[in-house]
């Protein structure tokens, strides 16, 4: 185990022995949420400030106004990892620099826009590649790593390290449906709404609604809260698994949020609240209690509270939502995800979703926490 994991784990567990843990979560959103993509201004000033912060990176300059003086104006940008990745530092724009920025102005009314494109001594900067997320990783092959009980290893092998991320779907749907969806699980079409999953009609109205309001009221966005239940495992940023054997118990760190984490209990206990932990009060990741079927991981996770958004795309949930994950290491570089959602205050049956992540070999998860600054 590596010196930054093994420090967060340390960490966590030390949490972990006094309460049951839960945090923020990612704040990336659908550009319509915040910005309208019906009114793209061009403006060009002297910037003022360099914001290098998650959840987005911020670049502040003076605009010249109509009758003299200046304006103030805000371009968000992508996430610190992204920009990074994308070879760009703080140290490329200076204070006094003149840009020209092109993008879509607040919803709001205030002086912020999203950078479609932004220059510098008519160069383009700070530019990201619509697949910055899948340069990261190189295809990965090889036998799934073991035990030597010969149990499948969830993390990486002996000697190295890893994390997994680019799921294959990024917004919760029933197995077989067919509809167009987005990264962030923003419908190509609002009509195929109920297609998604076997809702009750106030569930599906309820969906309608948050999609149609380009997801603006997602929890994530506004608060940070927690992507828990199948969302955790749609993120761009990835996560980890810490198998602690010999406490039954594996650890779930996600990259995105504020360092979310989850415990799954591989330790036999009932499937109740703990006296000294959360005394079946409901809680934003629920009580996960696992058990190896083959080389399979089967998770029963219940106790959830309806405080966050359980999928990409704003499925709704009730406090009688029962999750049972199954994780199946296929092979080296590929894991494979299977949900069935039982929620019979909000869905008329049963239903599975499922998609595969993939591995990330040689990498550390990336450091994105959603409250490095104010969105």
């Known amino acids: 185990m590596n010196l930054h994991v ?20 990612l704040a990336h959103h659908p550009l319509g949420a915040k910005f309208n993509e019906a009114e793209v ?6 910037v003022t400030a360099v914001d290098w912060a998650n959840p987005h990176v911020h670049v502040f300059f003076n605009v010249p106004a109509e009758g003299g003086g200046f304006v ?4 968000e940008l992508a996430s610190t990892p992204e920009l990074e990745w994308s070879g760009w530092r703080p140290e490329n724009l200076a204070v006094g620099d003149t840009i020209s920025v092109t993008g879509p102005v607040a919803r709001n009314g205030s002086h912020q826009l999203w950078g479609n494109s932004v220059e510098h001594d008519g160069k383009p900067i700070f530019a990201v590649a619509s697949d910055v997320f899948e340069q990261r990783a190189q295809p990965v092959s090889g036998p799934t790593p073991r035990w030597p009980d010969n149990q499948p290893r969830l993390g990486p092998p002996v000697g190295e390290t890893g994390y997994w991320a680019l799921p294959d779907k990024t917004s919760l749907m029933e197995d077989g449906v067919n509809v167009g969806v987005d990264a962030n699980g923003l419908l190509g079409n609002i009509a195929d709404a109920a297609k998604v999953a076997p809702f009750q009609d106030w569930a599906r109205d309820l969906y309608t609604l948050r ?34 054997r010999e406490r039954g118990r594996i650890f779930v760190l996600l990259a995105g949020g504020n360092g979310n984490w989850r415990m799954l209990y ?9 006296v000294t932990g959360n005394d079946d009060n409901p809680l934003f990741y629920g009580r996960s209690l696992a058990k190896w ?3 399979t991981l089967v998770v029963n ?13 704003g499925l709704p949930h009730t406090r009688m939502l029962e999750l049972t994950e199954r994780f199946t290491r296929k092979d080296k570089g590929t894991l494979h995800y299977e949900v069935t959602v039982n929620d019979p205050g909000a869905y008329t049956r049963p239903w599975t979703s499922s998609w595969d992540l993939h591995w990330v070999a040689g ?7 959603c409250q490095d600054n104010r969105q």
């Open 6 to 25: 093994a420090t967060r784990l340390a960490c966590l567990s030390l949490v972990a022995a006094l309460a049951v843990g839960s945090g923020a979560t």
């Open 41 to 46: 201004v061009t403006l060009s000033g002297r």
């Open 72 to 75: 103030n104006w805000a371009v």
């Open 211 to 244: 999609q149609r309001n380009w997801l603006q009221d997602d929890p994530a966005f506004l608060n940070c809260i927690p992507p828990s239940g199948p969302r955790q495992f749609q993120l761009p940023f990835g996560l980890q698994f810490v198998e602690q």
């Open 266 to 274: 591989t330790d036999g206990r009932s499937q109740v609240g703990q």
């Open 293 to 295: 079927e083959g080389d």
């Open 301 to 313: 996770v219940t106790g959830f509270n309806e405080g966050f958004w359980f999928s990409n795309g």
């Open 363 to 369: 990498e550390e998860l990336p450091e994105y926490y």
